[in-house]
């Protein structure tokens, strides 16, 4: 069975293609159309497809839109609001619906000879729950999925067992944990549905004061969904106009919410084990890109294991529609292994790429050797290798790369990236040293959790470690990542180190790079030393840059 899946709705379009059971292809539509997050997450763009993603899946697969057998699309528009006379009305909630409905339509055209009649609608939070529950190596577990919204709601409690899935629990809008988190977003200066993170980041230079009004408005129902009032925000703290403009109280509203997301979070957890007895937990969902919700449920929760779906966000609702679908047709669809399923580029395709850039570059014995050598020499290296990621991290096939132990790299890739400095950058390890180093969930190799770092540690790497003394480590294990893993081992040899910085290989507003022209654009605009393209290493002119090159 060959599915498309294709998530359009909200934002972060992305398609996904499964054949058989086995997911061969995922990408996002910003990686193509390098805007970011695809579109704006307005109604009248529900009709926006990821067109780019869905033709370079197929391309990669070798097939045509006609040899597909079902197209899975994120969104039920049987399950949302229908439009009445007035489309306008309701913050054009019935434009969205008309448009989702639309689908097939629109898909038939953006790749001519598919069949409309193959596309099925998957209801939202059935494919970020399918993402969850297909992703992780367990034969049952409960499923916990939280966003902004779906069709009508906003959660998803679940048990996957016996090969379907139980809904416990579901809770519908206006409550919604998800929406409560942007509006903080919103008010703090940042973009809705975006800067998630950044609340995040500054929820940890505050401290929960208005820890009070969030429980008051903010509550867990016995039925295993929750309440959420709205609260007067401005009433605790006034509006912030972004970037580097906030105060400790904004600081202090950033850690309320965060705070009282991750009691909440918890209690439904716990309602979910209560239920069940399973002894793994799969998320998905925005909220579950939120690593310190993460780990303090991993801490305080009764699960031993629990299992993040690395594209937690829409654009992993491809997928799991997909696999959903691939399901349902009696496929066995096998757990995912790995978040690099997008473009990879041949020898000769990074070659011609190059020559065409007409930069000097070089084709060292060992790219893990001589990119150590660059990071040892405190030089910030953009590293593009294999296959690119699926979802919101880099880990290790478009990073940016450099030495934690000078604490002002920090400040360099913020620099480079064009972010605000309260942001901190990840610590790459490998999965055998992590556990000397850090205290946390580990293995972790998807960054989806925050870690201690050990005493000791702090000062040797103080550019990874953030104000509150934690880490968002991704660990390497060598059997998945092997030139990762030995370029660790190499900074290894010769700064006495096994961690490296680790940040997404992008500038300031961009997405992701994906493809080499993007890498070379990318270098030749940031203060970057060098540029590690597959096996070819291409060097700025810089005291790094030039580190370890040969004489001659
Ligand atoms: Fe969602």
Same mark, same amino acid.
């Given at each position: 069975?060959?599915?498309?899946?294709?998530?359009?709705?909200?934002?972060?379009?992305?398609?996904?293609?499964?054949?058989?059971?086995?997911?061969?292809?995922?990408?996002?539509?910003?990686?193509?159309?390098?805007?970011?997050?695809?579109?704006?997450?307005?109604?009248?763009?529900?009709?926006?497809?990821?067109?780019?993603?869905?033709?370079?899946?197929?391309?990669?697969?070798?097939?045509?839109?006609?040899?597909?057998?079902?197209?899975?699309?994120?969104?039920?528009?049987?399950?949302?609001?229908?439009?009445?006379?007035?489309?306008?009305?309701?913050?054009?909630?019935?434009?969205?619906?008309?448009?989702?409905?639309?689908?097939?339509?629109?898909?038939?055209? &953006?790749?001519?000879?598919?069949?409309?009649?193959?596309?099925?609608?998957?209801?939202?939070?059935?494919?970020?729950?399918?993402?969850?529950?297909?992703?992780?190596?367990?034969?049952?577990?409960?499923?916990?999925?939280?966003?902004?919204?779906?069709?009508?709601?906003?959660?998803?409690?679940?048990?996957?067992?016996?090969?379907?899935?139980?809904?416990?629990?579901?809770?519908?809008?206006?409550?919604?944990?998800?929406?409560?988190?942007?509006?903080?977003?919103?008010?703090?200066?940042?973009?809705?549905?975006?800067?998630?993170?950044?609340?995040?980041?500054?929820?940890?230079?505050?401290?929960?004061?208005?820890?009070?009004?969030?429980?008051?408005?903010?509550?867990?129902?016995?039925?295993?969904?929750?309440?959420?009032?709205?609260?007067?925000?401005?009433?605790?703290?006034?509006?912030?106009?972004?970037?580097?403009?906030?105060?400790?109280?904004? &600081?202090?509203?950033?850690?309320?919410?965060?705070?009282?997301?991750?009691?909440?979070?918890?209690?439904?957890?716990?309602?979910?084990? $209560?239920?069940?007895?399973?002894?793994?937990?799969?998320?998905?969902?925005?909220?579950?890109?939120?690593?310190?919700?993460?780990?303090?449920?991993?801490?305080?929760?009764?699960?031993?294991?629990?299992?993040?779906?690395?594209?937690?966000?829409?654009?992993?609702?491809?997928?799991?529609?997909?696999?959903?679908?691939?399901?349902?047709?009696?496929?066995?669809?096998?757990?995912?292994?790995?978040?690099?399923?997008?473009?990879?580029?041949?020898?000769?395709?990074?070659?011609?790429?190059?020559?065409?850039?007409?930069?000097?570059?070089?084709?060292?014995?060992?790219?893990?050797?001589?990119?150590?050598?660059?990071?040892?020499?405190?030089?910030?290296?953009?590293?593009?290798?294999?296959?690119?990621?699926?979802?919101?991290?880099?880990?290790?096939?478009?990073?940016?790369?450099?030495?934690?132990?000078?604490?002002?790299?920090?400040?360099?890739?913020?620099?480079?990236?064009?972010?605000?400095?309260?942001?901190?950058?990840?610590?790459?390890?490998?999965?055998?040293?992590?556990?000397?180093?850090?205290?946390?969930?580990?293995?972790?190799?998807?960054?989806?959790?925050?870690?201690?770092?050990?005493?000791?540690?702090?000062?040797?790497?103080?550019?990874?470690?953030?104000?509150?003394?934690?880490?968002?480590?991704?660990?390497?294990?060598?059997? $998945?990542?092997?030139?990762?893993?030995?370029?660790? $081992?190499?900074?290894?040899?010769?700064?006495?180190?096994?961690?490296?910085?680790?940040?997404?290989?992008?500038?300031?507003?961009?997405?992701?790079?994906?493809?080499?022209?993007?890498?070379?654009?990318?270098?030749?605009?940031?203060?970057?030393?060098?540029?590690?393209?597959?096996?070819?290493?291409?060097?700025?002119?810089?005291?790094?840059?030039?580190?370890?090159?040969?004489?001659?």
């Amino acid at each position: 069975m060959r599915v498309l899946g294709v998530n359009a709705v909200f934002h972060d379009p992305a398609a996904a293609l499964v054949i058989d059971g086995v997911t061969v292809a995922a990408a996002e539509e910003e990686r193509f159309s390098r805007r970011k997050h695809g579109k704006r997450p307005v109604p009248f763009s529900t009709w926006e497809l990821p067109e780019a993603a869905a033709r370079w899946c197929l391309a990669e697969a070798g097939l045509e839109p006609a040899d597909l057998d079902a197209v899975a699309y994120s969104y039920d528009p049987d399950l949302a609001p229908q439009p009445d006379g007035d489309i306008t009305a309701d913050a054009w909630e019935g434009l969205r619906t008309l448009f989702a409905r639309r689908a097939p339509r629109f898909l038939t055209t &953006a790749l001519p000879g598919l069949d409309p009649s193959i596309v099925r609608f998957v209801p939202h939070h059935v494919a970020h729950a399918a993402s969850a529950y297909h992703g992780v190596d367990a034969p049952s577990c409960v499923v916990l999925v939280v966003d902004g919204r779906g069709e009508r709601g906003s959660h998803l409690a679940g048990h996957w067992h016996d090969g379907r899935l139980d809904v416990l629990a579901a809770q519908r809008l206006p409550h919604s944990l998800g929406l409560l988190y942007e509006e903080a977003t919103e008010h703090l200066g940042f973009l809705r549905s975006s800067d998630e993170y950044k609340v995040m980041a500054m929820a940890s230079y505050g401290r929960p004061a208005f820890r009070d009004a969030l429980e008051r408005a903010v509550r867990v129902r016995p039925d295993g969904g929750f309440v959420t009032e709205s609260i007067a925000l401005d009433a605790l703290v006034p509006r912030s106009s972004g970037g580097e403009a906030w105060t400790a109280a904004h &600081a202090d509203l950033a850690a309320s919410v965060q705070v009282r997301l991750q009691d909440v979070l918890l209690e439904l957890a716990g309602w979910l084990h $209560e239920r069940t007895g399973e002894r793994t937990l799969a998320m998905a969902g925005g909220v579950a890109l939120n690593c310190v919700a993460n780990s303090h449920l991993a801490e305080q929760g009764p699960f031993e294991e629990i299992w993040v779906q690395p594209a937690a966000g829409d654009a992993g609702t491809a997928l799991g529609a997909a696999q959903h679908a691939a399901h349902a047709a009696g496929d066995r669809v096998e757990p995912m292994g790995t978040a690099a399923l997008g473009r990879s580029f041949s020898e000769a395709e990074l070659r011609a790429f190059l020559d065409v850039a007409a930069v000097p570059y070089e084709r060292p014995d060992d790219i893990a050797e001589a990119t150590a050598d660059v990071i040892a020499g405190n030089g910030v290296v953009a590293w593009f290798q294999g296959r690119s990621e699926f979802g919101p991290r880099a880990l290790g096939h478009r990073s940016l790369l450099a030495d934690p132990r000078d604490a002002e790299n920090l400040r360099r890739l913020n620099d480079v990236k064009g972010r605000e400095q309260f942001r901190p950058v990840a610590p790459m390890v490998r999965l055998e040293r992590a556990v000397e180093i850090f205290d946390g969930p580990i293995p972790s190799p998807y960054m989806l959790f925050t870690h201690r770092v050990r005493p000791g540690w702090a000062e040797r790497i103080p550019a990874v470690v953030h104000v509150d003394g934690s880490a968002r480590i991704q660990t390497v294990d060598a059997r $998945e990542e092997p030139l990762v893993a030995r370029l660790l $081992e190499a900074v290894e040899r010769r700064t006495g180190v096994p961690v490296m910085i680790n940040t997404s290989l992008n500038t300031a507003g961009r997405p992701m790079v994906d493809d080499p022209r993007d890498a070379l654009e990318c270098f030749g605009s940031a203060p970057v030393d060098a540029l590690a393209i597959g096996p070819f290493l291409v060097r700025r002119d810089t005291p790094a840059g030039r580190a370890g090159r040969r004489r001659g």
